[in-house]
Every structure is written in C-alpha cells, then in structure tokens.
C-alpha cells in the first residue's frame, strides 16, 4: 500500500524540483546563448534531381553550448516554442543567415542564384510586427527578399488562418518564397494549398524513409507529387538517405531533393566547399 505521508510529498517535491530548475536553467542558458549569438546556423543543400544541380541550402540552428558540446533543435527547440524564446531565436537565424550569405555573394557570385530557407516556428507568426522585422532585418543585411525562403508547418497557419494568410501574402509581395514543412504529417493540409500563397511541399522524412520497403508511403509520395503538378507546386523531398530512394523519386519526376545522401547540415565553412552539382548520384 502506498503511503502519501509528508515524506513522500518532500521526495516528489524536490524531485519534481530539480526537473523545474534544470528547465529553468536551460532556458537561462539558451537566453544567454542568442543574447551572445552562441548558436551557429548550419547549411544543408537542396538539389534538383533533373540534373544534380544545387538550387539552395536550408539553415538548422545549433547550439554550441560550453559544458554539453553541440546540441541538436530536438533538445531546445520545444522548450524554446514554449518560453517564447523561439521568437529570438529565429531573428537570429535569419539575421545571421542573411550575413553568412553576404559574406559568401562578397566571395564570389557562385553562390548569387541559391535560395536560402529559414525555418520559422508557429508563433512567431502571431507577432503583429513580423513583416516589418523581416523587412528591417532584410534592409539591415542588404540581402533580396528573393533569395529567401521560410519554411512553416501548418500550425502557424491552424491557429489563426485569417491573420496567417494576410502575413503570408504580404511576404509573398516583397518576394519571399514558402514552403509547407512537414507536409502530410498534419490535419488538413490539403484546404491550406488552395487558399494560401505556398510555393512549394516539403515532403516529411517519416515518408521518405519508408520508400522502399512500405508501399503505402510510396503512395502517398505518388500522390503529394500529382496533387504539386496539379496546383503547380515544387516539391522538396527530406530525408534522401538512399541511392534507391533518390533512382525513385527521380522516377516520380520529384523536382528537388534534401538529405544524408548528399550532405548532412554542416557549418558555413564546410558548406563553403558543396559543389555546385552533385556528379553521378
Ligand atoms: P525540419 O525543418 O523538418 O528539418 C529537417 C531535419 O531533418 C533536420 O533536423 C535535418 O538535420 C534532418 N535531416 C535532413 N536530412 C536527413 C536525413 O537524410 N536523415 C535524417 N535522419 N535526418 C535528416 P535538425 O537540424 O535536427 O532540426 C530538427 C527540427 O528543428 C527541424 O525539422 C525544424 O523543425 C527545427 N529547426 C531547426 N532549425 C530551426 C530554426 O532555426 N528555427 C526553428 N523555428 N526551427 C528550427
Ligand atoms: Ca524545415
Ligand atoms: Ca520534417
Ligand atoms: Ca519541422
């Protein structure tokens, strides 16, 4: 039998306590990291599979943090959404991606035709300014509005459609292109590719993955792709691991592709050194 004496409440309490200060911490310390631009943004390509030529690279932050080494969004990313801190994050995303492609147009202009995605969380879309910082931070950097591309999933359009769609309009008009992230892995997605000003489906790994062996994602793959072609939307498939999986996207007439079987995300100096076609995949 259990025994809810006093006891027991002070071991749950300073358990449940030492959860509360290690979140609290972490949220400390993450502040502090965005506060001292301690995050690093890494770049993964995009390529086109009609002929392995490089069309873009997205931006996935990561923490460089003192004690624990590189840390992975997985770890930081919900806590951040939850704290508000994602809202910071983000700005720091794109202002440092917007100087890391500033620095790399003042190389050469090798790199002046990529489009560079930045992931945006739900919530930053509920900010009323959020064009205007987009904008500010665009004027800040001298970077083109057209060599952007924000990826967002479906929840930053569920909660509030009728502001989303006015927001995602607007950045539309400067010349910002957009992805639907996740695609297929949300509600309803498909009333959101009629009313909204998407430019392209970002295909989920969780579909990708499977290719080969579950026919039903082939399926679902097969049909994401005909419902693109039919609204004409591009479509990006994530999580290319595979010679395999890239011979049946190919085959599927997918137009581009993102994944370890081309590059994991990589800092800026490593990316530095993407070629600008992919040979013999
Ligand atoms: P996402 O936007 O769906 O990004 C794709 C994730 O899949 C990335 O994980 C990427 O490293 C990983 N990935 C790419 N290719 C492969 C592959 O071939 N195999 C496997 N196993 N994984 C692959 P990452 O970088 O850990 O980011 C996780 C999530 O965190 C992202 O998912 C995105 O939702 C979020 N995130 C990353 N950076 C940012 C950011 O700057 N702002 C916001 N709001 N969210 C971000
Ligand atoms: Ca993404
Ligand atoms: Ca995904
Ligand atoms: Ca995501």
């Known amino acids: ?7 027991s409440y002070e071991i749950f309490d300073s358990a449940m306590g030492a959860q ?9 310390e993450l502040r502090q990291a965005i506060e001292r631009s301690e995050l690093q943004v890494f770049y993964q ?5 009609a002929d392995g030529a490089m069309t873009g690279m997205e931006a996935l932050v990561r923490w460089q943090h003192p004690q624990r080494g590189l840390i992975t969004p997985d770890e930081f990313m919900p806590m951040a959404e939850e704290t508000g801190l994602s809202v910071l994050l983000d700005w720091w995303v794109l202002r440092e991606t917007c100087r890391q492609i500033q620095s790399w147009d003042a190389e050469s202009d090798l790199r002046s035709h990529l489009l560079f995605s930045i ?4 919530r930053q879309f509920a900010q009323p300014n959020f064009v205007q910082q987009v904008e500010t931070i665009l004027a800040e950097t001298g970077i083109a509005a057209h060599r952007l591309k924000f990826e967002i999933t479906e929840s930053a359009i569920i909660h509030n459609p009728k502001s989303a769609a006015t927001v995602l309009e607007h950045l539309k008009s400067l010349g910002i292109q957009l992805a639907l992230d996740d695609f297929g892995t949300g509600y309803s997605s498909l009333s959101y590719l009629h009313g909204f000003p998407v430019d392209t489906l970002k295909i989920d790994r969780s579909f990708i ?9 082939l399926e679902i793959v097969r049909t994401i792709l005909l419902l693109a072609r039919a609204l004409d939307k591009k479509v990006i498939a994530e999580g290319v691991e595979t010679p395999d999986q890239c011979r049946l996207l190919q085959s599927l007439q997918c137009d581009l592709v993102q994944g370890y079987f081309f590059s ?3 800092t800026s100096a490593m990316a530095d050194a993407f070629p600008m076609t992919w040979p013999g995949y």
């Not at 039998?1 to 006891?7: L, P, Q, V």
């Not at 390509?45 to 599979?49: D, G, R």
């Open 119 to 122: 992931n945006f969380s739900s």
């Open 264 to 266: 994991r995300p990589v």
């Open 1 to 7: 039998a259990k025994h809810w004496g006093i006891g």
């Open 45 to 49: 390509p995009i390529v086109s599979l």
């Open 209 to 217: 993955q499977n290719l080969e062996t579950d026919p039903k994602s």
């Open 20 to 28: 509360i200060q290690a979140a609290l911490r972490m949220e400390g």
